[in-house]
C-alpha cells in the first residue's frame, strides 16, 4: 500500500499562491491514480483534482478550474497542487489520497489510502 502525507498548507492572502505537496514513499506510487479533496468547517468533503498513474490526465472540480493544477512527478513519489487566485471559499483541510483502482474517479469512496490533510486559510 502507498501511505500519502501532505505538506505546504499554511495562510495565505486571497489572490495569493500556494503550492501543497504529497509525497509518498514506494516503488508502487506509480500504480496509483491520485486525488486531492478538501474539507471545510461544516461541510463534507470534496472533490478538487485528479491526476491518473502516468499524469497524462488531470480533472479538475468546476470551482478550482482554471486557477488550480495538479501534477506528479513519479521519480519523486510526488504530487502536486497548485493552486493560484486563492478565494476566501478555498479555506479548507486539504487532503490528498490514493486510488488502487485502475479507473478514475471523483467519488471519495474509491480513494482507500488518505493522508492526513494540511491546512489552508485565506485571509482578504
Known amino acids: 500500500q502507498v501511505q500519502p502525507v501532505e505538506s505546504g498548507g499554511g495562510l495565505v492572502q486571497a489572490g495569493g499562491s500556494l503550492r501543497l505537496s504529497c509525497g509518498a514513499s514506494g516503488r508502487t506510487f506509480t500504480s496509483y491514480g491520485m486525488g486531492w479533496f478538501r474539507q471545510a468547517p461544516g461541510k463534507e468533503r470534496e472533490f478538487v483534482a485528479l491526476?491518473?498513474?502516468?499524469?497524462?490526465?488531470?480533472y479538475y472540480a468546476d470551482s478550482v478550474k482554471g486557477r488550480f493544477t495538479i501534477s506528479r512527478d513519479n521519480s519523486k513519489n510526488t504530487v502536486y497542487l497548485q493552486m493560484n487566485i486563492l478565494e476566501l471559499e478555498d479555506t479548507a483541510v486539504y487532503y490528498c489520497?490514493?486510488?488502487?483502482?485502475?479507473?478514475?474517479?471523483?467519488?471519495?469512496?474509491?480513494?482507500?489510502?488518505w493522508g492526513q490533510g494540511t491546512q489552508v486559510t485565506v485571509s482578504s
Open positions: 491526476i491518473n498513474r502516468s499524469g497524462g490526465y488531470t
Open positions: 489520497a490514493a486510488n488502487p483502482s485502475r479507473w478514475d474517479s471523483i467519488r471519495l469512496a474509491e480513494y482507500v489510502y
